[in-house]
């Protein structure tokens, strides 16, 4: 009975790094799909900026454009003041080339703020472009401690089912089946240690007679409140010595 609960033992140690390693391995997806997240942030805000800059710049042609037709009206008003016959149609011009004059004023000061604004998105899309060898590589280096991470829990996960074939199948079918109910039924814990007077699993109290029972180890002796495989560690042994 001893060599049966130290392999449920051995087979509760390696049913739980199991699950972790399946949990691990699950987690690996997501891992990947964050830091794709993160990389197609990146080259969106890198291609905002130097949208931003060619927009703004587009903008500024346009106003150009406006100016170069503004005055050339204002030029053609300037002509005109040299044909005028009465001092009406004089001061009427006069008045059309201030509303030019303030026209191409506002326009200017436009330009000047889309100047501004072209300058600074161009500083931050240069910024962005600097940062980029840098953060490649850092994604490149994750992805592949990812498939280095991958590797090495597959591995692990591959010795684990040949150590659980090699301890389940020296079993007989009725502690087997047993343990395996629990696990099912119990959050993955079938074998829990006696800690001090408590089932450690359930933190339950013991009784005396119990614990002696299952320090002597003739039988397997379940819980009584949460029906786990009750064990007496060495721990407990050295404690109570």
Known sequence: MKE?????????????ARAET????????????????ESEA?????????????SVRKVIHSLEVDVEALNEQKNKYDSQLLEVKTNEAYKALLGEIKSVREKIHGIEEQILECMTEEEETRKKAEAKKREEPSFKQRVESELRAFDEEEKALSTRREGLEARWSEESGALDSEPLDIFMRLVENRHGI??????????????MLVRPQHIQEVRQCEKLLLCEHCSRILIWSEDEEAASA
């Open 4 to 16: 049966t609960i130290a392999r449920l033992i051995r087979m509760q140690e390696i049913y739980t």
């Open 22 to 37: 399946d949990e691990q391995l699950a987690a690996l997806p997501a891992k990947r799909a964050a830091l794709q997240k």
């Open 42 to 54: 990146f080259e969106a805000e890198l291609k905002a900026f130097s949208e931003g800059v060619a």
């Open 190 to 203: 079938a074998v829990s240690r006696i800690a001090g007077e408590v089932c450690e699993a359930c933190a």
